[in-house]
């Protein structure tokens, strides 16, 4: 029994969307065709490809399958069940598995996402098929997963069980591979939160940006969808030269506006009721939290929280004495229509 003990975000995230849509994620179907169809298309979030800068899958903000790298290799598997996306994971985590080795022998038809080696415990497996003794299937599988290759008298055995040379050329490759278990687990938790992708959009959002966004911006990305593309158009320009913390924020960006394609919108922070760290679900939109303003970090935006309890602030300047927050970013909050009518003193 292998424990492994890590921060995670993706329980984080899926207790954030229990609590919000009062779903047992442990009751959503593993086999359902709505989530699958996220690894085939957008259909199902009811967006073109054109709506969201061209990405052709459901799967942005997905863990381990949101990234560009990753919706490449699901294009290229071309996954049509469960299992096959716990094979693409195994992939996607090994070392010398896929570029160079697994991709190429799919693209050219020699295998296919079944037939591969994806995981470590499918060549022992899949040795063992072939008659080949079940400690020595072991012991082979140990040394290729750890980047050890093959001894020539492991070679002569597989041959004489018809393993094809393909597969021995795979093996000589590979430099790490991935526990089917884990690639199994990590599975599981992409697809219930895929699943609260397509039946509980607002609380997958807003569990999103609460959690997994790395540059959040109230100011960018929550002004209306034109604004955000306007934004994001600049940033295409500029590609070349984008700061890191731009570069997190385009990230970001691309799931704002599929969000704002699928029809639903932000509603503007209301500082008696918004939540320092977590956006909200008000009516049909969303509210972000108090610390998604640009340079306002977590403690300030809990103080505000809290000096919001105490009832209606009196002023500006009572703001900033009861919130602590600096003048700054009061002007700030006051440009963004945050404060109200609020005067200065």
Known sequence: LKLDILGHDDPTMIR???????????????????VMSLFQSTKALGVTPEQIGGTRL???????????????MVI??????????????????????????????????TATISTAICTREDI?????????ESSLSFTIMESVRKGKGLKEEWI???????????????????????????????????????????????????AFFSIRAKAF??????????HLENIMADYQRRSDSL????????????????????GFEFMPIDIFRAQSRSFQIVGDKLMPSINSIDGLGEKAADSIEEAAKDG??????????????????CDLMGELGILGELPES
């Open 16 to 34: 954030m969307l229990q609590d919000l849509t009062g779903v047992d994620p442990l009751s959503i179907p593993l086999d359902g065709q709505d």
């Open 58 to 72: 459901g799967l942005l903000g997905i863990p381990e399958f949101g990234t560009d790298f990753a919706m490449q």
């Open 76 to 109: 290229d598997a071309q996954p049509q069940a469960f299992s096959d996306l716990v094979r693409i994971s195994g992939l996607a985590h090994g070392t010398d598995v896929w570029l160079g080795n697994a991709r190429d022998l799919i693209m050219d038809g």
């Open 124 to 132: 022992m497996q899949y040795l063992i098929q072939r008659g080949v």
């Open 156 to 206: 002569a055995e597989m041959k004489e069980h018809q393993v094809p040379d393909w597969y021995i050329a795979s093996c000589k490759k590979i430099k790490y591979m991935f526990p089917k278990a884990h690639a199994a687990a990590y599975v599981m938790m992409a697809w219930r939160i895929g699943y609260c992708k397509i039946h509980y959009p607002l609380a997958y959002y807003g």
């Open 217 to 226: 911006s109230y100011e960018l990305m929550c002004q209306g969808q034109k």
């Open 243 to 262: 700061s890191n913390k731009e570069e997190l924020a385009y990230g970001d960006m691309k799931i704002v506006q599929e969000m704002y394609a699928r």
């Open 312 to 329: 209606p602030f009196l002023s500006r300047e009572d703001f900033r004495n009861r919130t602590k927050v600096s003048k700054t970013i």
